[in-house]
């Protein structure tokens, strides 16, 4: 496997060391947070762990969470490994999903249901990207500026989707469930699926394309310098495409693994509430994976952990939300290096 | 309701008082910018700007304290962004990217946990004793209207016409130069960062003292990020900017009055989403037709640092 | 003697060591009188520009001490610097691009170009400009302003500060020969005055020419000091380098046969939208070096980029082999077999964060020689292609899977040579390809084009350094302003008749 790896490899212990301190500062700043709120911190976080790792039915729920999650982290790792910040995991997410919820409306025996729902969810997450790359590559248009833009238009667009064209007709609150034989198949509790080892795979598969693949080193050698990669014969267009297209793909995947492969309903709530800030969350998952395919699968267990311990620790009276708060906080410490290098220069 | 002179008075009116938002951001933005720190987390700092003018109303029961309140939050946030983007030399787009995810999770976090409702306060609408507003035949006019045109001119000034302007232009464009003639370019880049991320926390508390009365979760709706694109729409000029953001304030406006249109609801149902979608799909059409970046400072986004 | 003269500036016993342990600097002592310009002379590396950046307030010694007209002084910041009157010109220009030349030299000053004390600084700097002979049009913008007349700015910026002591770092290195004399004019006009300055440089002749007193840096140690009247090149070299040095690289006679690289009427758009490259044409052929010599900036950047597929000709064509590539991407005409070796080795050569093995295929990673099963790379069959690379072509790493940045600028380059010569291309141009080297990676990277040539290949050859030019081409041709202006066999190009033509003037 070292051979594999040619670059980096000496600089995967400072890189989780860093992740980790980020990590850290981002439980002390928070914690200071809560504690400026009146709310006890310490109790907080251990409720937090307590309910994402404390038992088999908790770590299910955990590892549920992660597996969406590790597919939008890969949409915005491909597009930092290109050069480009693709911030559109978020909408890409809502739109495949909700592809998802339409092509199960074909029903197809054999498990070729949950295939189409694949197929359909990646089609629409990549077709979602498109504009974006069009934007750059021909208008120069920055993709942070774009990918948010097609993030609010997929919120609007997508809630008239659900309300126009998916609904369920017993319920106004929910799109029409996918069916039990179009879904992922259950791996332990009900809460998880084997959706966490398609996530995984897939995972691999972008690792595989990105280091053992002729395109995918140009998708590395662009991001790392375009001029070079120009002058070595490669039109930087190329890899720009494949790296929007990829990171829809895997953000399209994203939504269709969470409306077919983690909890009930296995619907799309009107308001989308059941998906928003997975695309924003897996963003976190990369910066804190180091936008290595791989190490987002650990990243992933870790904002999942978050998440489902989210829910424990609203019996104090916090809500939800402190996961972004969190997550937030964590962002700082990666976007500043220098701060864990000072202090590990004071500890010395 | 038929379309008419009054509809088209509404809508200007309407339109107006949305381009006070992006118009105060992008031009306090342009500042920053021009001095080389480009801050994608406008749009988080208006969001929480907007908590903190209403958490600072609330309890004075004086709004223009709030509006105070969210300046002085744009001020803090700033000052996070500033330290890790230009004193810690970090990755600024990270960094901003950090408050957008901060600002999503604290406004609801800190909703819940100070005042127990979820995602909205208060509850229903409220009235802060409304800052003075302008009246016309249709709706009233913020005062903040003819604040925003001050605004624009004065930036406009201080860059153009002004000893310091030019310092933090040349900041922007060439920190070296700037540096090898004694301007302090790091103290340059906060004082813009601290402008710019000021003039956000104050669109963020117009949002949500003069606009709509209240702090919801989703108030910012986005238009930070349409700030930064008129950013780039306006080619960095602050006069140009307040016509960007008029621009997106009309596409908002034009939206909200069609959404009040019966007749629109029999031909698609919830067609009201679509419409709503309609200000960001004008951004990503306006800023493609604006050509590239071609005015953008030469040192943008790149942190300085003396050999 | 020495010590009669004011004394202007002296540093005792200066040291700088580097955070990552560099020791740039050992115990310099340098001493600068009133009046007088001593010239810094040293190879890449050798201190000078950290000793400059000491003098200037960039940097701070690690130790030693600083004394300005014998009160000892210490500058934190180039402002400071500037009050105690040691001002530094750059060699990359520290002008902002998007201000006038007038705005550029205020900037930092009390006086607001557009405020009420514009007119009577305009005044003063015309009057400056005037004193020492350096004229300016004052409301362009640098953008538009030639390189020699962007440093005119600089100069006057400096002297506006009322500078004693003027720091010019390779000050002629993108300067014409005209703009070279022009520039000595007003060096000397200075010296009248009074004034000071350091002249920091390795170009021998020009140290003799202008300068009084030279101080030789050596690995970060004064290698020698002597007065210019008593210096010949032989000794400044020797004391430069550590040991005599050879000026003449050996060139045996060419064996040109037919042209491979044809050029017609060739005309190539600048970033700007000029006409930087103005209908040139010429050719090469396989057995010899064509030189194209010539000031930076005179239209060599967008030639190469022409050549190589980067930037397409307005008009005209580019004939490879007899086959027309004109309208070629880079990757198309890379299956030409050709070897490109870029001027900026940094930015267009390497992929700096990948490793030695990662760039020693890059524009090459579709081959079927580093594939493995499938379409998946062989990293195996990589890193032993890279391996000898390294070993051929000496490249000193630690092996292949070092990061690029990490090397030695002479390695960096080695390593695109290697690559691109790999292969034996017929044809090879190499732009600009020892720039910023040391003597021992410039003379192997000579050699091996040399070598190249030998085996019966063509070399097009684009560089700014005149020496370069004259020791290895077989046919020279000068550009300037986007025009060949001359070519002609190497016999027939002496140095005197290239210098002068690089600044334009035909005899």
Known sequence: MKAAIPSGASGILSSLAESVFAAGVGFLASGILLAVLGKDPIKAFYYLFEGSFGNVTNITITLAYASPLILTALTFAIGVRAGLFNIGAEGTFYVGAAAAVAASFVHLPFGLGLLLILIAAGAAGAAWSVPAYLLKSYRGVHEVISTIMMNNIALFAMQFVVLDYLLDPTRSDKSSSIPIDARFPVLISPNLSYAIFFAILVCLGVYYYLWQTPGGYELRAVGLNPDAS?????????????????????????????????????????????????????????????????????????????????????????????????????????????????VRSRMK | MSFDFGSLGAISVISLNFMVPIALTAIGEIFAEKAGVVNIGLEGIMLVGAFFAILVAWNTGNPYMGLLGGVATGLGFGALHAVISVWLKGDQIISGVGLNLFAIGFVPFATFAIWNVSGVFPPVSFSFGRIAEISTPWAPLSYFVPISVGVSILFWYLLKRTRWGYQVRATGENPEAADAVGIDVEKTRIIAVLIGSALAGLAGAYLSIDVVGQVTKDISAGRGFIALATVVFAGWNPLVGLVGALVFGYSQGAATWFAGVPALRDVIPHADYLLSAIPYIATLVVVAIAIGRRNAPKALGVAYKRE | ?????????????????????????????????????????????????????????????????????????????????????VGMVHQHFTLVRDFTAFENILLGTRVNPKGSGAARARQEILDLSKQVGLSVHLDTKIEDLALGAQQRVEILKMLYRKVDVLILDEPTSSLTATETTELFKAIRKLKEEGK??????????????????????????????????????????????????????????????EPILEVKDLMVKGNRGEEAVKGISFEVRKGEIFGVAGVEGNGQTELEEALCGIRKPSRGTIRLAGADITTLNTGQIRKHSVGLIPEDRRQMGLVLDMTVAENSILGREWEVRFRGRGVALAWVKIRAHASRLIKSFEILVKGPDSPAKSMSGGNQQKVVVSRELADEPDFVMAAQPTRGLDVGATDYIRRLLLKTRDSGKAVLLLSADLDEVLQLSDVIGVMYEGKLIEVGPAEQMTRHRVGLLMGGVRE
């Not at chain 1, 009930?264 to 395919?293: C, E, K, W």
């Not at chain 3, 690995?219 to 009247?229: D, F, I, K, L, N």
């Not at chain 3, 003449?248 to 046969?257: E, I, K």
């Open chain 3, 1 to 85: 003697m020495q010590s009669l003269a004011e004394e202007a500036l002296r540093t005792a016993a200066i040291s700088k060591t580097y955070p990552d342990g560099t020791q740039a600097l050992r115990g310099i002592d340098f001493r600068l009188a009133k009046g007088e310009v001593h010239g810094l002379l040293g190879e890449n590396g050798a201190g000078k520009t950290t000793l400059s950046k000491i003098l200037s307030g960039i940097l701070r010694p690690t130790s030693g001490e600083i004394f300005i007209r014998g009160q000892k002084a210490e500058a934190r910041h180039p402002k400071e610097a500037l009050k105690l009157g």
């Open chain 1, 230 to 342: 120009k002058f070595s014969g490669v039109n930087p267009r190329k890899p720009m495409l494949y790296a929007f297209l990829l990171g829809g793909i895997t953000a399209g995947l994203g939504g269709a693994v969470e409306v077919a492969g983690t909890f009930t309903p296995f619907a799309i709530y009107t308001g989308l509430s059941n998906l928003v800030n997975f695309g924003f969350n897996g963003l976190a998952v990369a910066l804190i994976g180091r936008n290595h395919p791989l190490a987002c699968v650990v990243a992933g267990v870790f904002f999942g952990a978050l998440q489902a311990g989210a829910s424990s620790v609203q019996i104090l009276g916090i809500s939800f939300e402190i996961v972004e708060v969190v997550e937030g906080m964590i962002v700082f410490a990666v976007a500043a290096p220098q701060l864990y290098h000072m």
């Open chain 3, 196 to 257: 000071s300055a350091i002249f920091i440089t390795h170009k021998l002749n020009e140290v003799l020419e202008i300068c009084d007193q030279i101080t030789v840096l050596r690995h970060g140690e004064v290698s020698g000091r002597t007065e210019a009247s008593k210096a010949d090149r032989k000794m400044l070299a020797r004391m430069m380098v550590g040991r005599d040095v050879v000026f003449d690289l050996v060139r045996g006679p060419s064996r040109p046969a």
